[in-house]
């Protein structure tokens, strides 16, 4: 074609341009959250201090900040921290390759597919923890046997996620790729594995709040150390304020994750409107 | 006409129908001789099989029965550096900019010249400053742009249009008709145009098929000779251009009230 220059386009100016105010009321909200919290931590320090309710059962938000405190002071935070820490991200990490990987070759050979998935679901349906004292007898009281049951964990979300992404690829994304001759590992390339990037996103998402979940309840069980143990410890000796300062640092822990995974997600997938950030 | 570029033979089709697994009887019998250069609209009822046609002549299906030539060659399979086909549906891959969905069918030119020649396509139809948005980021009318942009781009010789204006509103469907002639008349490729617009089938092509309802067959076909190069907006307030859709529309008319029986 020759170079015809053509007529401006006035008709059609996409709606995107007209953003601007969205971050102001991004800020907003936040702002709001953060005062709907501390309104409830105020609220519960006041029942408590009132003896409105009993902080013997459920403990107040100072409480829990004086223990917090103590094992910041005596090391003992940073220590189980960091071996729950390390569960659950080295079996997050192990569980959402091995998933991912399995999940494309579920997708792409029909006849494993056809044998597996059933099998798979029907694995799925068991609950992971009830494995656990297993695994514990298996790899033994240390980190492995929490590693192990995270893995067991995520593997299976991770597997679903990136299978069903592959069965769903735009059938007019495969023909266009083969109207301009793509071959096999290009559309593989090129079409299946970007379009599959929100399925394995929103796996390895619910695979992180699943890894957490996975290795404290190891730790429950039997283990010698990470917030687990200390949970279960606080609790055995009815010390609601450990427990729930326990909580605390998994919640501390949950909300990095999840910012760590919103921002490589916001990275990759700024193209999608939706995108949760 | 010198030999036909595009050469339909006694072409019958059946597919079966992947919801209800019965058969349908898509084309009874197709017979089209195309020459280079040519533009050709083809018309006809909903559902009538047009799709059909332009799926077989692609390569993407064979005919159940007859052949399909093109230069000469049966066809098997998709040709992709002979054919270009764009559809009404968006196809553009949505984690890909408007230069990288252009890219997209020029695997065959280096990296540096396939980002010119993305650019200049761009540009050419009339999408300078929208080369780094997201499909999502582009009305419906520019997305439309840069698919045709793509087709283009990969200078395929004949270009198989299914209803690429079809899903725009009637201002941009009007600026897109006068911008997708005036690139045609630049450079002459063969062109298949399926429409169910008749205003639109007349303002671009050189003959119009009407096809008659399922199953299809060539019901009557009208030479267009309206000189180019042709201003879609003048020609469609033409007296003569308004008989020749009535006529046109007369015969699409019975096949459309046969169609729906």
Known sequence: MSEHRVGAIEADVPEMVRQGGREAHAIGYTVAQIAVVLVFLALWQAAAYTGLIDPFFISSPVDIALKLESWVADGSLYHHMIVTLRESLIGWVIGSIAGTLIGFVLGRVEVIRRIFVPLLHLANTLPRVALAPLFIFWFGIGEPSKVILVITIVV?????????????????????????????RKIWIEVIFPWCVPWIFAGLRLG?????????VGEFIAARAGIGYVIFNAASSLDNAGVLAGCVLLLAMAMVFFFGISAAEKRLLKWRPDTIG | MASPIIEIENVEHWFRDSRSGSLVHAVARADLAVGSGEFISIVGPSGCGKTTLLNIVSGLA????GSVKVKGLPVRGVQPDLIGYMFARDTLLPWRTALSNVEFGLDSLPRPEARSRAERFLHLVGLDGFEHNYPDQLSHGMRQRVALARTLAASPEILLMDEPFGALDAQTKLLMEEEFLRLWEADKKTVLFVTHDL?????????????????????????????????????????GFAAMVRQVWSDLKSENIRGRA
């Open chain 1, 208 to 216: 992180l709040a699943w890894s957490l979940s996975g290795a404290v």
């Open chain 1, 156 to 184: 299976f979300i991770m597997i679903f996620n990136t299978y069903s992404g592959v069965l769903t690829v735009g059938a007019d994304h495969l023909i266009t790729a083969r109207l301009f001759g793509k071959s096999e």
């Open chain 2, 199 to 239: 205003v639109e089938a007349l303002t671009l092509a050189d003959r119009v098929l009407v096809l008659s309802a399922r199953p299809c067959r060539i019901k009557a076909e009208y030479k267009v000779d309206f000189p180019r190069p042709r201003d879609a907006e003048a020609l469609q307030s033409d007296p």
């Open chain 2, 62 to 65: 064979a005919p159940t029965r």
